[in-house]
Nanobody, 125 residues
């Protein structure tokens, strides 16, 4: 049974930092690219960042480039999203997702197979 479990969300003041984690089980972690998305109320799910199965390729949305960092620990089957200099507009539910290596379309939610349940991030101004 495949499971992606996010953690690390919470309430933080603007300018603060959070680190999200996504623990994956039921998969051979190193065969999958991993992505982070978020969805704010009334808005579409937004791509944030992705990392390839080999960690050789990384992509960021312009909205988070320079503030967010994606990385993974293969020994722990976990992908992380370090979020710095948070803004009120970063408030959303954050999701991780996976896609089999070789898949194209990192920025498209439809290109991902399994999703976590999401973790709420609230940034107060």
């Amino acid at each position: 049974q495949v499971q992606l479990v996010e953690s690390g969300g919470g309430l933080v003041q603007a300018g603060g930092n959070l680190r999200l984690s996504c623990a994956v089980s039921g998969r051979t972690f190193t065969n999958y690219n991993m992505g982070w998305f978020r969805q704010a109320p009334g808005k579409d799910r937004e791509f944030l960042s992705a990392i390839s199965w080999s960690s050789m390729s990384i992509s960021y949305a312009d909205s988070v480039k320079g503030r967010f960092t994606i990385f993974k620990d293969n020994a722990k089957n976990t992908v992380y999203l370090q979020m710095n200099s948070l803004k009120s507009e970063d408030t959303a539910v954050y999701y991780c997702a996976d896609q089999i290596r070789g898949t194209t379309g990192w920025g498209q939610a439809s290109a991902y197979s399994y999703w976590g349940q999401g973790t709420q991030v609230t940034v107060s101004s």
